[in-house]
């Protein structure tokens, strides 16, 4: 099966940077894509980013737009998402998602926080 990593999650100071990584291992020949969703307290999870990888096509929430990053590498099978001028409200779990023919696989999640 696929199994997913994150790292790179922590606190930091608004409008301060944040890296986060994603490594996925086991069967992600079929990978087609990857990327970033996240859940603050008490909200449903929502989508942050994506990136495809015929074209490395990359796809961002209007609320991230223009401050996060997306890149990747598909021999690999891993994503970065960099976060950068950070607010209080980017503060959430933050998952990694491999999606591959027939199915998605998620990892466990890191905690990024935001202070004011």
């Known amino acids: 099966q696929v199994q997913l990593v994150e790292s790179g999650g922590g606190l930091v100071q608004a409008g301060g940077s944040l890296t986060l990584s994603c490594a996925a291992s086991g069967r992600t020949f079929s990978s087609r894509a990857m990327g970033w969703f996240r859940q603050p307290p008490g909200k449903e999870r929502e989508r942050v980013a994506r990136?495809?990888?015929?074209?490395?096509?990359?796809w961002y929430a209007d609320s991230v737009k223009g401050r996060f990053t997306i890149s990747g590498d598909s021999a690999k099978n891993t994503v970065t998402l960099q976060m950068n001028s950070l607010k209080p409200e980017d503060t959430a779990v933050y998952y990694c998602r491999l999606e591959r023919l027939g199915e998605d696989y998620w990892g466990q999640g890191t905690q990024v926080t935001v202070s004011s």
């Open positions: 990136i495809a990888w015929s074209g490395s096509s990359a």
